[in-house]
C-alpha cells in the first residue's frame, strides 16, 4: 500500500489551495485524489455554439475595494479576459436597497456568536418590507436568491448582510469569459507545485485523476483512504475538499462514523443550487449596448426564469443569452427534458419579446446537483447556524481534516473562498470552546506537519499562533491574503467566546438567564459557562423582535422573565420546525445516496422553508406545511421585466416593466 504525509481528497481550488500550501511548507510527500477526470471542480467551462462558457464559476466577485481578492490577482496575472457586470439600477431596486442598508446597519449590532441571527425575510417583515407583487419579488429575488441561491427566508441576516466579499473586496464582479476557461486559474495553482510535460499536461503522479474515494479510515495515528478501483492509500493525514453536498450524501463512507456534532452541522448547513441555462438563437431580438447587459421577467411564481443575461460584450455576434434559475426551479428543471425546458424558456421570452422571436436552436443544461461529485452548486450560510456550528463543520477529527469553500466562514460559495479557506483557519476563529459531548479542544489536536516543527506555523499561510486574537500574521501568503489575514486579525474577530453545553431541552428560565448574563459582557473563563443553543438563540431571537423595536432589543430580566411561557410555547413550535427540516434532511441524503439516474420521488423537495408564518389573532403562528414540488410547478400567470426594451407581457397581471 501507497503512504504519504498528506492525502487531499478533491482538485478543486480547495484541494489544489490547501496542496500548494502544504507544497510551499516542505510538505512534497502529497497525494491528491480526484473522482473525475480533471481538475477545477466546480470551476468549469464547456463548448457551446462553438463558444467556451462557464457552466460553474463565472465571476470573480468582489473587486476593488479595501483588499486585493487574490482571485483577481491570480486573474490579472494570467492576462484573463474579464468584464465588468454592470448591475445598473433602477428606481425599485433603489428602494430595495435602502431596506438591504438598515438590514447591514442592523446585521452589525447583532453579537458574534450568531445567537441573534436572523433571516433576510424576518428582517424584511420587521420593516413591513415583505416583497408582494410580481415586480417586488422579483427585485428581492435579483438581490438575494441570484447571490445565494436559496430564498431570503433561508438565508442568515448575519452572515451575508453585509456581504464579506464585497466589504472586503469591493462591490465589482467581473464576468470570465475566456477560451481558456476560469479553470485556467486553477491548472496554474497546481503547475506551480505539480510537474507537467512539454505540452503543460500535469503528468506529476502525485495528483490521481478518476480516483473516486469510497471509503476512509482515519484514527489518531493515521488514515487509509480507499478508492471504487479497489486501490486503499495509507497517509499521515488526511484533507477532505469535497463540496459540503457530498459530505451531506453518503458517497464517502467514514470508518469510524463521524460525530454526531460533526454530522448534525453538516446538514445544518445549506448546499443550495445555481444553474446557468444557455441558449443559442440564429439572431439577436434584445436590446443590448450600455447598461443593458441584463433583463428581469416579473413572475407570480417567484424564480421563474426570472434573471437573463445576452453575450453581446463578451462576444459579439454571438446571439447566446443565459438565463440564471436557483433552488426549487433548478432541482425541478434538472429533471426534465431539455426540450421542456426550452419550450419554457420560449415561452418567457415571447411574453416579454413578442410572438415573432425565434426559436432558440440549441440548449445548454448544466446539472450541478444531479452530480453526485458536487450535490449542488454552492454553500449558503442558512438562519440557525451560530459560529459554533460552522466551527463544528471544519472541525478535524483525529486525523481528518476538512477543507472547500463551506469551511470558508468569510467566503464561503465563492472561489476565493475555496481558495483561502485554510488560510482562515486559525486559532482565534476557534477560541468558541467545543464542549459538544464527544467533541473536545479539537484545536490542540493541529497537525504538526502543519504547525512546523516548533509548533509555529513554517513557510505557510495556515495561521495558528494567535492566541488571544493577537496575530503576527500570515508567513509566506500571497500578497492580498497576507493582507487580508492581518487586517482581520487587528479586527479581532472571532474573539467572542462561548461554549455550548445545554441540551436542546434544557430549561427556558436558564437560558434566559445565560442571555442576559451574556449581554452585560464577560470573562473569557465566564463565557465559557452553558450558553444559548442555537434553536433557543433563534427563539429568543425572534421573541425579542416582537416584542422590541428594531434594533433596541431588551435584555432586562424582568421583561424577559415574564415572557417565559410564551417563549417556551415558541420553543415547542420551533423544535418542532427542526425536526421536520432535519426529516427532510435525511430523507434527501437517503436519497443522494442512490443512483443519479433514477427519478427521485417528488415529496423530497418541500418548501425551502421550514414552514411558513402566519398572523392570526394578532400572535404569530408558526405552521408546519411541506409543499409538494408539483403543486407549485403548475404554470402560473406571469407578467415580464424587460430589459431597456418596451416590450410588456401582454397578459393581465404584469405589474410592470421594469428596465435595468
Ligand atoms: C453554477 C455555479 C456557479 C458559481 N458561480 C460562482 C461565481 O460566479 N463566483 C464564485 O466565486 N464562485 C462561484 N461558484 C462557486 C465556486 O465554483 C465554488 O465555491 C468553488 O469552485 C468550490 O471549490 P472547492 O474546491 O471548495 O470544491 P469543488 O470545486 O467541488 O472541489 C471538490 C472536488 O472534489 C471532487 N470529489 C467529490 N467527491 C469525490 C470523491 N468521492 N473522491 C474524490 N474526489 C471527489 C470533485 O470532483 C471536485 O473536483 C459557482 C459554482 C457553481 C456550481
Request: with cysteine; net charge negative; glycine share 6%.
Amino acid at each position: 500500500m501507497d503512504s504519504t504525509s498528506v492525502i487531499i481528497i478533491g482538485a478543486g481550488m480547495s484541494g489544489i489551495s490547501a496542496a500548494k500550501t502544504l507544497s510551499d511548507a516542505g510538505v512534497k510527500d502529497i497525494l491528491i485524489l480526484e473522482a473525475t477526470n480533471r481538475i477545477g471542480g466546480r470551476i468549469r467551462n464547456t463548448y457551446f455554439a462553438d463558444l467556451s462558457v462557464e457552466t460553474g464559476a463565472n465571476w470573480i466577485e468582489g473587486v476593488h475595494g479595501e483588499e486585493q481578492n487574490p482571485i483577481w490577482e491570480m486573474a490579472q496575472q494570467l492576462g484573463l479576459r474579464t468584464f465588468r457586470s454592470d448591475y445598473t439600477v433602477e428606481a425599485a431596486i433603489d428602494e430595495s436597497e435602502k431596506i438591504h442598508s438598515l438590514g447591514e446597519k442592523y446585521s452589525k449590532t447583532l453579537p458574534p456568536s450568531g445567537r441573534n441571527d436572523i433571516s433576510i425575510s424576518t428582517f424584511q417583515r420587521l420593516e413591513n418590507k415583505i416583497p408582494s407583487t410580481p415586480l417586488e419579488m422579483i427585485v428581492d429575488y435579483y438581490s438575494y436568491d441570484y447571490e445565494f441561491a436559496e430564498p431570503p427566508r433561508v438565508t442568515s441576516l448575519q452572515n451575508t448582510v453585509p456581504l464579506p466579499t464585497f466589504d472586503d473586496f469591493g462591490d465589482n464582479v467581473y464576468f470570465v469569459a475566456d477560451e481558456r476557461g476560469y479553470k485556467s486559474l486553477v491548472y496554474n495553482l497546481a503547475t506551480m507545485f505539480l510537474k507537467t510535460n512539454s505540452q503543460g499536461v500535469i503528468v506529476d503522479p502525485r495528483l490521481q485523476l478518476g480516483k473516486v474515494v469510497t471509503e476512509i479510515q482515519y484514527s489518531g495515528d493515521g488514515a487509509t483512504v480507499s478508492t471504487d478501483d479497489t486501490s486503499s492509500y495509507r497517509a499521515d493525514f488526511v484533507l477532505v475538499s469535497v463540496s459540503i453536498g457530498v459530505l451531506q450524501s453518503d458517497l464517502i463512507k467514514f470508518n469510524p462514523v463521524l460525530p454526531k456534532w460533526k454530522i448534525l452541522a453538516l446538514y445544518e448547513f445549506d448546499m443550495a443550487v445555481y444553474t446557468k441555462i444557455f441558449l443559442k438563437f440564429p439572431f439577436k431580438f434584445w436590446p443590448d449596448g450600455d447598461d443593458r447587459e441584463f433583463f428581469l421577467y416579473a413572475s407570480k411564481r417567484r424564480g421563474y426564469y426570472p434573471v437573463w443575461q445576452h453575450f453581446e460584450k463578451q462576444y459579439p455576434g454571438a446571439n447566446i443569452l443565459m438565463v440564471t434559475v436557483t433552488d426549487e426551479e433548478s432541482r425541478r428543471i434538472e429533471q426534465q427534458d431539455e426540450s421542456t425546458t426550452k419550450t419554457e424558456a420560449m415561452e418567457v421570452l415571447r411574453s416579454m419579446f413578442g410572438k415573432d422571436i425565434p426559436q432558440a436552436t440549441d440548449i445548454l443544461v448544466p446539472r450541478w446537483w444531479s452530480n453526485k461529485f458536487f450535490r449542488g452548486s454552492f454553500s449558503n450560510w442558512p438562519l440557525g447556524v451560530n459560529r459554533h456550528e460552522f466551527d463544528s463543520i471544519k472541525a478535524p477529527i483525529k486525523r481528518l481534516y476538512f477543507t472547500g469553500e463551506h469551511t470558508s466562514e468569510h467566503y464561503n460559495g465563492y472561489v476565493h473562498g475555496a481558495y483561502l479557506a485554510e488560510m482562515e483557519y486559525k486559532e482565534d476563529d476557534h477560541d468558541h470552546g467545543c464542549f459538544y459531548e464527544d467533541q473536545q479542544f479539537w484545536i490542540t489536536q493541529m497537525p504538526p506537519i502543519i504547525l512546523g516543527k516548533e509548533g509555529a506555523p513554517p513557510t505557510s499561510n495556515i495561521f495558528m499562533d494567535s492566541p488571544g486574537c493577537k496575530a503576527d500574521g500570515p508567513h509566506g501568503a500571497p500578497e492580498a491574503t497576507s493582507k487580508l489575514l492581518q487586517r482581520r486579525s487587528k479586527k479581532g474577530e472571532g474573539c467572542e467566546g462561548g461554549s455550548i453545553t445545554s441540551k436542546e431541552d434544557r430549561d427556558v428560565k436558564v437560558i434566559v438567564a445565560a442571555a442576559s448574563k451574556r449581554e452585560k459582557g464577560m470573562t473569557r473563563e465566564q463565557q465559557h459557562q452553558p450558553q444559548l443553543p442555537r434553536l433557543h438563540a433563534c427563539f429568543l431571537s425572534e421573541f425579542q423582535a416582537q416584542t422590541a423595536p428594531m434594533g433596541r432589543h431588551t435584555n432586562d430580566p424582568t421583561v424577559l422573565n415574564s415572557s417565559i411561557a410564551l417563549l417556551q410555547e415558541r420553543f415547542k413550535q420551533l423544535q418542532r420546525v427542526r425536526e421536520m427540516r432535519e426529516g427532510r434532511q435525511l430523507q434527501e441524503s437517503a436519497f443522494r445516496s442512490q443512483s443519479c439516474d433514477r427519478e427521485p420521488p417528488r415529496w423530497l423537495f418541500p418548501g425551502a422553508a421550514p414552514g411558513h408564518h402566519h398572523r392570526r389573532h394578532g400572535e404569530e403562528h408558526v405552521e408546519v406545511q411541506p409543499l409538494d414540488a408539483s403543486t407549485s410547478a403548475g404554470s402560473l400567470p406571469r407578467g415580464s421585466i424587460a430589459a431597456q426594451s418596451s416590450v410588456v407581457s401582454n397578459e393581465a397581471d404584469v405589474d410592470t416593466s421594469l428596465h435595468l
